[in-house]
């Protein structure tokens, strides 16, 4: 089945340094979401990629999809003590009824 | 316009109890879903829905029922609990099926003892 690979796992950061996390798929993708879930809450939806190569900016937050479609990063530049968190990657794809594969996500934790 | 609603919030249950985690949206989103997760880990799909009277298996099924006879809610039913579904259960929905993003519900820490 398809998976969807997400790395690091855990990520600790000085406050103002840049993070980065990357989400892999075993198959190409129709699209790639972003979520963040803050320590004790739900996951909650960042951004959706569709398009190859396609780069996304919120802020802080550039999000990318892979020209093949099958990867994507997020990266923050300057991260805040707000930043805290774990960034999810859902990968769907065409063929999937639908449904979103997440990864395992990134725990990101700033040292103020 | 509430989004996703679950409750309960918070439950105990004793081995091999039942009873139905609810989860209900107001956005008209045809697409429904629920997910657990496990301390440290990622969102597994239990059961999806892309329309009233249509429910499918995801990931990890076994142990759950659901079934969707209105738009607006999607029910999870823990037929016999046991210790090993202990964990935080995410209700799930998008307006059309594949093409946008989830809206999450709060949550619903389940303690099976």
Known sequence: GQQV?????????????DFTTYCNSSTTLSNI????QRPGGHP???IQLVKSGEVKKQKRL????????????LHITATQTTDVGTYFCA???NTNAGKSTFGDGTTLTVKP | NAGVTQTPKFQVLK????????????????YMSWYRQDPGMGLRLIHYSVGAGI???????????????TT?????????????????????????????????GSGTRLTVV
């Not at chain 1, 690979?5 to 950061?13: A, E, K, N, T, W």
């Not at chain 2, 081995?15 to 045809?30: I, K, P, R």
């Not at chain 2, 298996?57 to 079934?67: D, R």
Request: charged content about 15%.
């Open chain 1, 5 to 17: 690979m997400q790395i690091p796992q855990y990520q600790h950061v000085q406050e103002g340094e």
């Open chain 1, 33 to 36: 979401q972003w979520y963040k």
């Open chain 1, 44 to 46: 909650v939806f960042l």
């Open chain 1, 62 to 73: 550039t999000f990318q999809f892979g020209e093949a479609k099958k990867n994507s990063s």
């Open chain 1, 91 to 93: 990968g769907g794809i």
């Open chain 2, 15 to 30: 081995t091999g109890q039942s009873m139905t985690l609810q989860c209900a949206q107001d956005m008209n989103h045809e």
């Open chain 2, 55 to 69: 429910t499918d298996q995801g990931e990890v099924p076994n142990g759950y029922n659901v079934s969707r006879s």
């Open chain 2, 72 to 104: 607006e809610d999607f029910p999870l039913r823990l037929l016999s609990a046991a210790p090993s579904q202990t964990s935080v259960y995410f209700c799930a929905s998008s307006f059309r099926t594949g093409r946008d993003g989830y809206t999450f």
